[in-house]
């Protein structure tokens, strides 16, 4: 999948795993770990071999985001909980090293993945949960277009503690207009020589 800013591709451990593991280096606290099922990897060889157990099963599939001004990987985000016979599947393990966020590639990464889910699978559901504490998480949601539909309490428990889950979705009937605004938004002209953005995603895109 790829676009001006970014390509988004399966994950080859050999070939990403030293991107990615030096661009979460950034991350000197540890922060984008903290609502993640893993905690942040010591060296190089534990992120290998995490990866490696990650990408041995169909579900979830993992993608590498590589940034296409650098050639590298930056971030990483997975399909998964496909249900084909519903038409249902979900986006997750999304982990954005500060190489990619607040970035036009971390929008047009997540517009990729949609356009691949709606556009050219016909799913007709598109998931996204979070921690209902993750409030950078659900911001994001709700900026990419996606319909809060409630909080599933104690829906799991990770690090030890309950995890009250925030559900959020977009529809195949949703999609259309979606991808307009995205379109729209990703546009060159709505760029300035400097990068930097001339008008907002809307967030009116989000039915209340």
């Not at 500060?98 to 709606?118: I, K, N, S």
């Not at 016909?122 to 993750?134: M, T, V």
Request: charged share 25%; net charge negative; glycine share 6%.
């Amino acid at each position: 999948m790829e676009g001006r800013w970014c390509r988004v591709e399966p994950i080859d451990v050999d070939l990403h795993a030293s991107d990615l593991f030096e661009a979460n280096s950034l991350d000197s606290e540890g922060r984008n770990w903290t609502y993640l099922f893993a905690e942040p990897f010591p060296d190089l060889a534990a992120y290998r071999k995490w990866l490696v157990t990650a990408m041995a099963g169909d579900d979830p599939m993992m993608h590498a985001i590589v940034d296409l001004r650098s050639g590298k990987a930056v971030g990483v985000a997975a399909f998964l909980r496909g249900d084909t016979s519903n038409g249902v599947i979900e986006v997750g393990h999304i982990n954005y090293s500060p190489h990619l966020q607040r970035t036009v590639a971390g929008t047009e990464a997540m517009f990729l993945m949609m356009r691949r889910v709606f556009h050219e699978l016909g799913y007709r559901r598109y998931e996204w949960k979070c921690d209902s504490l993750n409030a950078p998480s659900i911001a994001a949601a709700e900026r990419l277009g996606f319909q809060f539909e409630g909080i599933f309490r104690q829906a799991i428990v990770y690090k030890g503690r309950n995890r009250d889950s925030a559900w959020f979705s977009i529809i195949d009937t949703e999609w259309p207009t979606r991808r307009a605004e995205f379109e729209r938004w990703l546009h060159p002209d709505n760029f300035s020589s400097e990068g930097l953005q001339r008008t907002r995603l809307l967030h009116a895109l989000v039915e209340v």
